[in-house]
T-cell receptor, first 111, second 113 residues
Framework: AAGVIQSPRHLIKEKRETATLKCYPI?????VYWYQQGPGQDPQFLIS???????DKGSIPDRFSAQQFSDYHSELNMSSLELGDSALYFC??????????FGPGTRLTVL | GNSVTQMEGPVTLSEEAFLTINCTYT??????LFWYVQYPGEGLQLLLK?????DKGSNKGFEATYRKETTSFHLEKGSVQVSDSAVYFC????????????FGTGTRLLVSP
């Protein structure tokens, strides 16, 4: 069965650089969620999209932005990266607000 | 606000031992409850879920019962295996809105042969 695809799987950036994380949801899933998991921490909700519109917003810094495109894939854009942004970023998708299926995550390291 | 509290780990057990990982929650309304498992270097996998009071979720020998009276959703397994070693997250989502997940801090389980 198709799963959520995230790219890249690993990303290394310098402070103050920008990063773009991509998420490809399971086909026919219309809702995408982004979570951030710091080292040894629980995942924290960042933002979600339903039918290409932002549906909810959590503790997402102003330096971050995200969108969902017409093909339902989503991108998380992160600017002015800080050391504290180093984390595992998960994308999850769901069909019409039901159970969430998680991708493998993108590990971002900021040096 | 909505929150989940889990017992701290690590929980260290021998193979075939009985497992309990405690989870309690605070929520406005009646949430759905979940257990997710995260193996080293991997993403989150849904282990089991329960959507209303007294529901029992079960999968791969793991069970948890939604107890509204005690606001709990404890995870149990009768006989753990080495391959069960992972981090287990209890989570809730409200049944209104877009159901973002609120996670507990996770409990690391280490099973030795």
């Amino acid at each position: 069965a198709a799963g959520v695809i995230q790219s890249p799987r690993h990303l290394i950036k310098e402070k103050r650089e920008t990063a773009t994380l991509k998420c490809y949801p399971i086909p026919r899933h219309d809702t995408v969620y982004w979570y951030q998991q710091g080292p040894g921490q629980d995942p924290q909700f960042l933002i979600s999209f339903y039918e290409k519109m932002q549906s909810d917003k959590g503790s997402i810094p102003d330096r971050f932005s995200a969108q969902q495109f017409s093909d339902y894939h989503s991108e998380l854009n992160m600017s002015s990266l800080e050391l504290g942004d180093s984390a595992l970023y998960f994308c999850a998708s769901s069909p019409s607000r039901a159970e969430q299926f998680f991708g493998p995550g993108t590990r971002l390291t900021v040096l | 606000g909505n929150s989940v509290t889990q017992m701290e780990g690590p929980v260290t057990l021998s193979e075939e031992a009985f497992l309990t990982i405690n989870c309690t929650y605070t929520a406005t309304g009646y949430p759905s409850l979940f257990w997710y498992v995260q193996y080293p270097g991997e993403g989150l996998q849904l282990l089991l879920k329960a959507t209303k009071a007294d529901d029992k979720g079960s999968n791969k020998g793991f069970e948890a019962t939604y107890r509204k009276e005690t606001t709990s959703f404890h995870l149990e397994k009768g006989s753990v295996q080495v391959s069960d070693s992972a981090v287990y997250f209890c989570a809730l989502s409200l049944n209104t809105g877009f159901q973002k997940l609120v996670f507990g801090t996770g409990t690391r389980l280490l099973v030795s042969p």
